[in-house]
């Protein structure tokens, strides 16, 4: 009899780990459990579909359940949700979903991809059908009915992160009033205050009302309370983050560590023989850092469930870690960070320079030339990339993955200054940015030696 | 009495070097020879100008002569040329080209930024007045001149490499018939003939006549003379690279070395004491060839200057070398390219696997989303990035500089597939095009041991 791998989730961590496997072990049986109706969508673009940048739903979805039977013979069923898991008896217990039975799966191996859920907060009333997380297409469906519904006037997103602020703009779009309440000194909490206080103008000049270093207390029917004042709101968007969906695997006895994530090693083994994990349920090694981290993201979720299945597969692979990469587009302006923030450094002790430096896109003179603002962190003594921040116009932010090489190579900002990047007028000034601000950061660090 | 520093050569090479001096060391009396009437100025944007997208050379000019003498207190004399090195005596014999006439100055220290010269082959009629290379401000007068002058129809490009079909389309954007002929089996020789043709084809598509496999044997009065055929030409435009600009130097006893640029070593020292050099005229060192070559680029000129002017100015600096990075613009096409083609590979005896892959520039649903060609060179049996080449759309060519930083350090295309670049639906696919390429050497690798 074929062995069996059970794969728990449907979306880039549990199938790009299915679809590996598949093509190492073609004697393999391969059955994919998924709840909801869709398989490896795009989370990261329901804010545009909503928007209305992108036509539909359908648009996100990279291969659907019937592609993943037919060119990869995986066994996908939509609709059933993985209920428990017995590690003892090697058995999953299934809800088929439509049919309302239940029933035991037995598996030879077993791989997690259960992704996360939208942080709900502890907040009274926090459960009313007006207030949205944005992670699953039927949360698509929900919102982007929301958005061409006339009803909808006033939004109210709560936590201004990447998908918070991506949404804001989405519903701007559509004609609605929107405002975004943060905590922090600025919204985007993940770049340091000055950086985020340029998304914070972008914003407002688009006509988002911003409202940060204010606390959400509570909602009402269409209402949002803050201290002191409340807000109208006929729907509730939380941008909030997510937490890692591991309560499944937790409650069978494998082990979770920062924030409850799936403890996982560098091959996607998790602490029972035989299972396996990835994506926005696990946890990453942070390069620079040195600890682990939860990080959910895409683009981590599809290179853990490679590295799984090429495992699972009988191959060898392993997922070094991530180095905190993230990027956006807010209106005109782009957004990146990778790396470590000043508060980062304050927390893990790394004691560091700062360098900001402002330029253009392109060559001043090129048409089409943007303001893009630069900030790097490195280390005292070692001068050592520890981070970098980006936020400018047109072709600012994929610079961001130049930034990101040179952490994981452990670059300093001296040998920095000497990368042979690319130079010519519609694309960068002759220093390109990312130069000017090493620059600045090696004279910082050589004024203090 | 203060100390004199005599600087050849008024665009980045000699300038950047100026400027930098002068920060370290405000005691030092500097003197900047230049033979033409502009400093530091961007012979990159030249087709720019010529073409209409940038309006008018001045432009083009970062730092006038007036701004060295008031900002940095350099004693910048425009058209005084150069004319001999006495490096016993400590001078050099200038020609003030005005007045015409010719004195000594005395130097303690001399820093060559001498920079390079169009290639003109030795061939029937090269010297005709139609036949313009495209170098100085000067260049760019004239055929700023003729572009907007009804009296050009035909134009023929000689030398299909990155400013000759830079020049291409310029004459295209201001109406003029336009043929570029290349010796090469495809335009652009710094890439592989698979990635030349897909610029081939979009100077095709543009309305420009390319001609490959084709070489010029003599120019006429009004005509391009090729095997057998004629071509009508009422300006020729030399885009066969350029030369060093290195006879002063090595006619004083200086040093020279690949293509007779002048050695220098890695703090732009050459080969006699108290003469330092940089930018178009020096040689570099390439961090992947492991040799020294002539690479023209205003990016090295401008690092090599810095470099020379910190150690002029009593600091420690060096530059470490290239890795060969170029990129492009031509019509919507944007190209780019780092490190060892295959032709490269062969010469130096490296054994390869080649990766290439066509995916889009953002996210396949997002709108905008175009075309993009990644190939990747990568070492047998140690895996290591050995270079990459970029066509495609908008967004894809800044792509170079991921590979540009893993070349110099060192990076395999197994660790490449681990990166953390930076994924949201404007910028790129859920997997960068990069990282599908890396994914693909990787499985090459993996398929041949």
Chains 1, 2 share one sequence.
Not at 210 to 215: K, M, Y
Not at 414 to 439: C, H, K, N, Q
């Amino acid at each position: 009899m074929a062995e069996r791998l059970v794969v728990v989730g449907g979306d880039a961590g549990g199938m790009a780990a299915a679809s590996q496997a598949r093509r190492r072990r073609p004697d393999l049986e391969i059955v994919a459990l998924e709840k909801g109706r869709w398989t490896s969508y795009s989370a990261c673009g329901i804010p545009y579909v909503v928007g209305g940048d992108v036509s539909g739903i359908d648009a996100l979805i990279a291969r659907s359940p019937e592609t993943f039977r037919s060119d990869f013979a995986i066994d996908v069923r939509t609709q059933h949700e993985a209920m428990a898991l017995d590690l003892d008896r090697r058995e999953v217990e299934v809800r088929d979903l439509r049919a309302g039975e239940t029933y035991r799966l037995g598996f030879d191996h077993l791989h997690l991809g259960l992704g996360a859920v939208p942080i709900r907060p502890d907040l009274p009333g926090i459960d009313g059908p007006h207030i949205h997380g944005v992670q699953t297409l039927e949360d698509a469906a929900h919102l982007l009915e929301d958005a061409t519904s006339c009803s909808t006037g006033d939004v109210v997103v709560v936590g201004g992160g990447y998908i918070g602020l991506e949404m804001a703009e989405a519903f701007i779009n559509r004609g609605c009033r929107v405002t975004v309440v943060d905590r922090g000194p600025e919204v985007m909490g993940t770049l340091d205050p000055d950086m985020g206080a340029l998304v914070s103008a972008a914003l407002r000049a688009k006509g988002v009302t911003v409202r940060t270093g204010e606390a959400v207390l509570g909602f009402d029917a269409g209402r949002v309370e803050l201290a002191g004042e409340s807000l109208p709101a006929d729907l509730v968007v939380l941008g909030l983050g997510v937490a890692p969906n591991s309560a499944l695997a937790a409650e069978a006895g494998v082990a979770t560590g920062v924030r409850g994530a799936i403890s996982v090693d560098q091959r996607q083994r998790t602490s029972v023989a035989g299972v396996w994990a990835a994506g926005d349920c696990c946890e990453s090694f942070h390069l620079v850092a040195k600890e682990r981290v939860h990080i959910a993201l895409g683009t981590v979720a599809n290179k853990q469930g490679r590295v799984a299945g090429i495992n699972l597969g009988g191959g060898y692979a392993t997922f070094p870690g991530v180095v905190g990469t993230a990027i956006t587009k807010l209106c005109a302006t782009e957004v990146a960070r990778t790396g470590l923030t000043e508060r980062d450094c304050q927390r893990l002790g790394f004691e560091f320079v700062v360098a900001t430096v402002t330029s253009t896109t392109r060559a001043g003179y090129f048409p089409g030339a943007g303001d893009i603002k630069v900030k790097l962190l490195a280390e005292r003594r070692s001068g050592r990339l520890l981070g970098g921040q980006v936020v400018g116009m047109e072709g600012a932010a994929k610079r961001i993955d130049t930034l990101a090489v040179c952490l994981t190579a452990g670059m300093t900002v001296e040998e920095m200054t000497g990368l042979d990047l690319s130079y010519a007028p519609p694309f960068s000034p002759v220093w390109d940015p990312v130069l000017i601000a090493a620059r600045k950061a090696a004279e910082a660090l050589e004024g203090e030696a």
